[in-house]
């Protein structure tokens, strides 16, 4: 509507300036004015009459396309009058200005409508008029054929300036929507190619459109692989989940940051964090869905892990409550039954009992307290294998008496770590005492070092003894949880202690019923060479 504005006001300007030169050249030319003062006085008033309320039109006229449209009707109007006023072969000119006018506003239905107009006008007053027009031809004519060059150079001029810096503006514009198409492009591209989280587009089915690198080395499947073929990461027992989550995105929802699990190529399962969005078509219709997958495993074991260090910090607590609360009524209690014990053969039997039971109290007591009161650290260098060795060789013997063999394999080069020698042979201590325990009718007790690449030793410890069923794995480092009869459920409680103040760490690496359990014990090496 800006354009049609523009226009409008050049177009008045141009009448006015056209009909102010018309009223000079006839006063200036014509030297008779007496005989053509008539015909300019009627011809004048007629054009004021016009075009003070076009005028008025482009002030205060909200509507443009009104007074587009009053314009090209009062040119008609003019022009009839002037024809039938006087009938000069020039004034036939003048009918293809509308056309020229109605071409200046680009209007294609205007442009038929005012060439048909002109067309009609032009037939009707040729057929009317002929004899006139020929007799009425002057010298004087040529002034208005001259006047309608110039009105028509002005206005194709102005015309072609305004076309050319039309196509500028609009080449400069699809430059520039170009490039910044190209630049959007080439962020998204970059953006998808190099991010490491996986990113997969997913047909409304489901089906793979596209996968990034990160997805392809997450996953472990090939873009070639699994192209047109449902997304294959999702587990057979979520794919219901899933196509719930995609209708969901195709209605327009966004899901952020929601936590699943998804499938490997080898079967591993993984916990990753997807996002899902919608892809628009032009229409604003759905299309395609983007997924975001972020691998949270290493994430998820680390909130185990601090969970595992609250329990620690839980039993620790309970331990220096209940330690100091229940170790002097139990020295009292032992010191009183040890009197029985010792004065009165004939309750003996139950004295016995008390007395064993005591003892495991006092036991659970004293396993308190390692979790309760700060162990002051000796922390010195020394070799992992002589802590090893001195362990192995104190359970050589209780291990033949209970037909089990074990064996220490070499070192592949020796390992020096800092800590506590003492701390460190009560792990290893708590871990064989659970392999033989786990060994009732014999076995075999296997313990290999290997060091790894990036500054760590690891200890395996393998039996070949009863196992622990899945069901207790995730429940076996629990404090106070045991299967033994006599056990109190904080070994490993207190090995995982230990070995946090070593920055070292322990996990159940293996565990089959009746195959055996293979624990494994990380602890950093020490470079003595810096």
Request: charged content about 20%.
């Amino acid at each position: 509507m800006k354009l049609i504005q523009n226009r409008n006001t050049i177009l008045v300007k141009l009448l006015w300036f056209f009909f102010m030169a018309d009223l000079i050249a006839i006063f200036t030319v014509n030297s008779k004015v007496e005989v053509v003062y008539t015909f300019i006085g009627f011809s004048a008033i007629v054009g004021l009459c016009l075009l003070i309320p076009l005028s008025a039109l482009i002030l205060y006229c909200k509507n443009h396309a009104i007074t587009m449209y009053s314009i090209i009707t009062a040119f008609y109007i003019y022009i009839v009058y002037l024809i039938m006023s006087n009938p000069s072969w020039v004034n036939y000119l003048f009918l293809l200005l509308g056309i020229m006018i109605c071409f200046f506003y680009q209007d294609g239905k205007l442009i038929v409508l005012s060439s048909i107009v002109s067309i009609l006008l032009l037939g009707y007053f040729y057929t009317t008029q002929f004899s006139l027009i020929v007799e009425s031809m002057t010298k004087f004519d040529v002034i208005y054929f001259i006047l309608f060059i110039i009105f028509s150079a002005i206005l194709y001029g102005y015309y072609a300036r305004f076309t050319n810096r039309l196509w500028l503006k609009v080449f400069s514009e699809v430059k520039e929507k170009e490039e910044a198409l190209h630049s959007a492009q080439e962020h998204f591209q970059a953006f998808f190619m190099y991010n490491n989280d996986a990113m997969v587009v997913v047909d409304l089915l489901g089906n793979v459109i596209n996968v990034n690198p990160a997805y392809e080395r997450i996953y472990g499947w090939k873009k070639e692989e699994i192209l047109g073929e449902f997304l294959p990461s999702i587990p057979r027992t979520h794919i219901k989940e899933a196509r719930q989550r995609f209708c969901r995105v195709e209605n327009g929802e966004r899901i952020i940051g929601f936590e699943t699990v998804d499938m490997c190529k080898d079967g591993t399962l993984i916990h990753v964090e997807i996002t899902i969005s919608p892809i628009y078509d032009q229409f604003g219709k759905v299309i395609a869905l983007s997924e975001i997958c972020r691998d949270i495993t290493e994430r998820k074991a680390t909130e185990e892990l601090l969970r595992q260090r609250d329990k620690l910090v839980l039993a620790g607590e309970m331990a220096a409550g209940v330690a100091h609360e229940v170790r002097n009524p139990l020295t009292s209690l032992n010191g009183f039954i040890q009197l029985i014990h010792e004065t009165d053969s004939k309750h003996r039997t139950y004295t016995t009992i008390m007395l064993s039971e005591l003892k495991r109290i006092n036991d659970i007591v004293g396993e308190f307290l390692l979790l309760a009161k700060p162990q002051s650290l000796h922390m010195e260098i020394g070799l992992l294998e002589k802590v090893l060795s001195d362990v192995t060789l104190l359970f050589k013997t209780e291990g033949a008496l209970n037909n089990i063999s074990i064996s220490l394999e070499p070192f592949q080069e020796p390992a020096y770590i800092q800590g506590d020698t003492n701390q460190l042979k009560q792990v290893f201590i708590n871990l064989l005492k659970n392999s033989l325990e786990a060994m009732p009718n014999g076995g075999k007790i296997v313990i290999t070092p290997k060091t790894t690449e990036d500054g760590f030793v690891d200890i395996f410890i393998k039996d070949n003894g009863v196992g622990i069923s899945k069901a207790l794995l995730s429940k076996i480092q629990e404090p106070f949880f045991t299967t033994k009869e006599k056990g109190t459920g904080l070994g490993l409680v207190i090995i995982q202690n230990i070995l946090h103040q070593h920055q070292g760490s322990f996990v159940i690496y293996d565990s089959k019923i009746n195959e055996g359990t293979t624990v494994r014990v990380r602890l950093p090496v020490v470079n003595i060479s810096q």
